[in-house]
C-alpha cells in the first residue's frame, strides 16, 4: 500500500491559521498529478509547531479531500510514546490509511528503546506504521538489525530511510521481509535507493513538482532505466534548491511562487533569505515549474 511516490505535504498558513482551502487545493493537484498517496503533518507539514488541535485538523482535511482516492499516510510521531499513541489512534478514527512516525528525537533512545516504542504503538493501535529513521533530525539512527526487528512486529509495515547511508539502506532493504517497503525520505536518493530494491519516495520535491516524481518512478517500474536516470538527471537541481535551506522554507517559498500556497512559515523557521530565493526560481524557471 505505502509505495510509489507519497508528497509529504506542506501545512499552508494564512495569518498564523491552517489555510484549509489552499490545503485542499495542494490534495486536489497531487491527486491530478498521478501521485500514489498523500503524508500530512510530517516534517514538511512543520507538525513541530503544530498545536494537537492543529494537527488533527490538518489530518482530517486530507482524508476528507482525499475522499478514498488515494491513501493517506498521517504524520503521527512524537518522542512521547502515550502522546504518538494518542496521535495515531486520532489519524485511524479520522479514516486515514496509516501513519508514518518519527524514531523518538531529542531523548535518544537505544536500539532496545526505539523497538520498545514502536512496538507499543502497533499493539495499542493496531495501525498500519511506517517508522521514520532520520538521524539528522532525531540523533540517533536505527540500524539495519533494529528494521530488521521492527519488520517481524505485526502492524509495522515499512520505513521511510532518510540516513543518507545507501549501503545502509540496501541493507535493510536485504535483511527486511519483501512485504516490508523501504522507501527514501530523500530525493535526491530515490532512483539509488530504487535501484537496491526500495519501493519508492516519500517525497517533499513532489509538492512541487509532482508529475515530474511520478515520472521518475514509474519509468525505473517499467524497465525504462534511462528515461528514468534522464529525470533523476533533470530534477537534481530541484533537488538541491528545495534544501538549500532548512526543509520546509525553501519547499514553502517554491509553492508561493507557483500561486498553490502563501509562503508563511512558523517560527522558529523563517523565510527563504533573498539569494536563495533567487537561485530557487531560476531553477523552477528553467525546468518549466513556473
Do not use: W
Not at 76 to 97: Q, V, W
Not at 235 to 243: I, K, Q, R, S, T
Request: charge should be negative; hydrophobic fraction near 45%; aromatic fraction near 4%.
Amino acid at each position: 500500500m505505502f509505495e510509489g511516490v507519497f508528497t509529504a505535504l506542506v501545512t499552508p498558513f494564512r495569518d498564523d491559521v491552517i489555510d484549509e482551502e489552499a490545503l485542499r487545493g495542494l490534495v486536489e493537484r497531487q491527486i491530478a498529478a498521478g501521485v500514489d498517496g498523500l503524508a500530512p503533518c510530517g516534517s514538511t507539514g512543520e507538525s513541530a509547531t503544530l498545536s494537537h488541535a492543529e494537527h488533527r485538523r490538518v489530518v482530517e482535511i486530507v482524508v476528507s479531500a482525499s475522499r478514498g482516492r488515494l491513501p493517506v499516510l498521517a504524520g503521527t510521531g512524537s518522542n512521547a510514546t502515550r502522546e504518538a499513541i494518542e496521535l495515531t489512534r486520532h489519524a485511524k478514527e479520522a479514516g486515514a490509511d496509516g501513519a508514518l512516525l518519527i524514531s523518538p528525537y531529542y531523548n535518544k533512545p537505544t536500539q532496545e528503546g526505539i523497538v520498545a516504542h514502536y512496538a507499543a504503538i502497533a499493539r495499542a493501535t493496531a495501525f498500519p506504521l511506517v517508522v521514520y529513521n532520520i538521524p539528522g533530525r532525531t540523533a540517533s539512527n536505527m540500524l539495519p538489525s533494529t528494521l530488521a526487528r521492527l519488520a517481524d512486529i505485526e502492524h509495522i509495515v515499512g520505513v521511510k530511510e532518510a540516513s543518507g547511508d545507501l549501503a545502509q539502506i540496501a541493507t535493510v532493504v536485504a535483511l527486511c521481509p519483501d512485504d516490508f517497503s523501504v522507501v527514501s525520505g530523500d530525493d535526491a536518493l530515490t532512483l539509488p535507493l530504487l535501484a537496491v530494491g526500495g519501493r519508492g519516495v516519500i517525497s517533499t520535491s513532489a509538492n512541487v513538482a509532482p508529475a515530474e516524481m511520478v515520472d521518475l518512478v514509474r519509468a525505473f517500474r517499467a524497465g525504462e532505466l534511462d528515461r528514468a536516470r534522464r529525470i533523476h538527471q533533470r530534477l537534481l537541481p530541484l533537488f538541491d534548491a528545495l534544501f538549500c535551506e532548512t526543509n520546509p522554507i525553501p519547499v514553502k517559498a517554491a509553492l508561493g511562487m507557483q500561486g498553490l500556497v502563501g509562503d508563511e512559515i512558523r517560527l522558529p523557521m523563517t523565510r527563504l533569505t533573498d539569494a536563495n530565493r533567487e537561485r530557487l526560481q531560476v531553477t523552477l524557471k528553467e525546468l518549466g515549474l513556473l
